[in-house]
């Protein structure tokens, strides 16, 4: 049974910082890229990062350049995203998708992220 399950979301002033967690069972994760997706509250689906599945490349929305940090440690199978210089409208509910194929997709139930003072 294929789970994703994430972790870490809550509430952080402008300016601060979170650190999400997904632990990751049920699929050979070493295989799969990993993603963070987010989603505002009446918006759709925005990319957040991802890293390949050697974990020597990882990429961001320009949003988020240069604030949020992926990393992924394949003896625990988990993926992370460090958020720091959270801004309002970081606010979103933060999905975390493992993707090999069309076919081999996945998503976690995801994480509420606010960001207000």
């Known amino acids: 049974q294929v789970q994703l399950v994430e972790s870490g979301g809550g509430l952080a002033q402008p300016g601060g910082s979170l650190r999400l967690s997904c632990a990751a069972s049920?699929?050979?994760?070493?295989?799969?890229?990993m993603n963070w997706v987010r989603q505002a509250s009446g918006k759709g689906l925005e990319w957040v990062s991802g890293?390949?599945?050697?974990?020597?490349?990882?990429y961001y929305a320009d949003s988020v350049k240069g604030r949020f940090t992926i990393s992924r440690d394949d003896t625990r199978n988990s993926v992370d995203l460090q958020m720091v210089s959270l801004k309002p409208e970081d606010t979103a509910v933060y999905y975390c998708?493992?993707?090999?194929?069309?076919?081999?997709?996945?998503w976690g139930q995801g994480t509420q992220v606010t960001v207000s003072s």
């Open positions: 998708n493992a993707h090999w194929s069309e076919y081999n997709d996945y």
């Open positions: 049920g699929f050979s994760f070493g295989e799969y890229n």
């Open positions: 890293i390949y599945s050697e974990g020597d490349y990882a």
